[in-house]
């Protein structure tokens, strides 16, 4: 199947520079998460360029559970379909045609909802590969995913107190155990 990548590259970033990059779970949404935080304090400056490349989900809902979340109810192998895609040919595509960073340490995972949880998955994982990931609003992960190699990488875990909009109704406990659990593995 084909897929859309979304690239947001900073006017400000040198053209022929390789930047750190950040990997966001769905498309368009991701990237505008991401700069709703991040392209004022690029563009002025403040903060140094940062490349964002953010990949379509699977458009329905369980098919997206899928993909992001590994214990996903009849999934089947969705989710490791979707990891080594990212892994085997969006970083590499992204690298050698965008310019992002082929280094681990400026490499980083990020995420919104189960998104989030495809993120925890990730860093946890392919801390080889990442340096940090950023989690907002985790809905269908667990502390227990947390595993011994966290501590290996950065990490932003964020959420509201009582997420209601969707589907998904998630209180805001989970961020809490999350950062918990990242916690007692030093990270």
Known sequence: E?????????????ANQRLPVLYMADGLDGIFIALSHLKAPIESGAVPPILVISVDARARPEQRAAEYVRTYPGG???????????????????????????ERAPRFIGAFSNGADWALSMGNDHPDVFAGALL??????????????AGALRWVVTG???????????????????IAA???QGA
């Open 160 to 178: 509201g107190t009582r997420e209601t909009a969707g589907s998904v109704q998630r209180g805001g406990d989970l961020p809490r155990e999350i």
């Open 76 to 102: 089947g192998d969705a989710y490791q379909v979707h990891e080594r895609w990212i892994l085997e040919q969006v970083i590499p595509w992204a690298e050698r045609t965008q310019r992002a960073s082929n």
């Open 136 to 149: 907002h609003s985790p809905s269908g992960g667990s502390a227990n995913w947390v595993g011994e190699r």
């Open 182 to 184: 990242l916690e007692r």
């Open 2 to 14: 084909t897929r859309n990548v979304w690239v947001w590259r900073p006017p400000n970033a040198p």
